[in-house]
């Protein structure tokens, strides 16, 4: 039954329709569940990569006989300005979160940088996105190290002298070149490779063409990353006779 939990068939057809490449939002279809169950399920239970039915349903199974008797009650979806549909958009924050950690970003470090960017101010500070994602401050404070490091989050003090994480239109273009010099260094380390196991062999000329194949790709992200950067530089935003007086800061 929908908002049930879920059972080991269903388990079962999850684990097929992440293998075969299904949206989310299909699989919830066919089962006749809300896309957010099946998005939770998959994160929780080894990601799009690794999820597997039989150990999923286990690991729930353990989970539920660990669970205190008054078990805490699921997140619930913030109020949103202009009108938006709030479960929708916990369903797509949630989506979106699986979708960075498909690019290669860590669980936590998608969720985080997910939440921020679909806020509207795309700040906030460590209590709200604790709050929010319903995860402790510790955790928060580990994937903002993360994502500080890669360039994607930049800190303000508000204020009241809060620390602030903010995500904004040079953010991306800041990850991007991170991104660029960090591939730059590997270039350079791949060829100091290729004196070390001498011009001419067949290990030092696979070193070679690493370093040439990995030059080359990184000039295109850089050229490409100058040439798109206007394309961050957003409006000012809805009219303000369109815009909602609400805060997202709550």
């Known amino acids: 039954m929908p908002g049930g939990r879920l059972t080991q068939q269903e388990r079962q ?49 353990r989970r539920a006989h ?9 997140r619930q979806a913030p109020a949103q300005p202009y009108g938006r549909d709030a479960e929708a958009v916990r369903e797509f924050e949630e989506v979106y979160a699986v979708a960075m950690m498909a690019s290669g970003m860590p669980l936590m ?44 989050v930049r800190r303000e003090r508000d204020e009241r002298r809060r620390e ?18 960090s591939t730059a260094q590997l270039v350079e380390t791949t060829r100091q490779g290729v004196d070390v196991l001498g011009a001419g062999t067949p290990a030092a000329a696979r070193l070679e063409g ?3 194949f990995l030059d080359f790709v990184s000039e295109g992200m850089a050229r490409a990353a100058e040439q798109a950067r206007d394309v961050l530089r957003t409006s000012s935003g809805p009219q303000d006779d369109a815009a909602d007086p609400k805060s997202d800061r709550g």
């Open 13 to 61: 057809q999850i684990a097929l329709g992440v293998a075969d490449g299904l949206a989310y939002a299909e699989i919830a279809r066919r089962l006749d569940r809300p896309t957010s169950t099946i998005t939770r399920e998959v994160m929780r239970n080894g990601g799009p990569t690794g999820y597997r039915a039989d150990l999923a349903h286990r690991a729930t199974e």
């Open 66 to 74: 660990r669970r205190k008797p008054a078990a805490p009650r699921e």
């Open 109 to 152: 470090m998608g969720r985080v940088l997910a939440c921020l960017t679909i806020a509207d101010s795309g700040s906030l500070t460590a209590q709200e996105l604790a709050q929010r994602l319903q995860v402790s401050p510790a955790s928060i404070s580990k994937a903002i190290a993360f994502l500080d490091s890669q360039g994607m």
């Open 164 to 181: 602030r994480y903010i995500v904004d239109d040079e953010i991306w273009y800041q990850a991007m070149m991170v991104s660029v010099r």
């Open 210 to 212: 690493v370093a040439r």
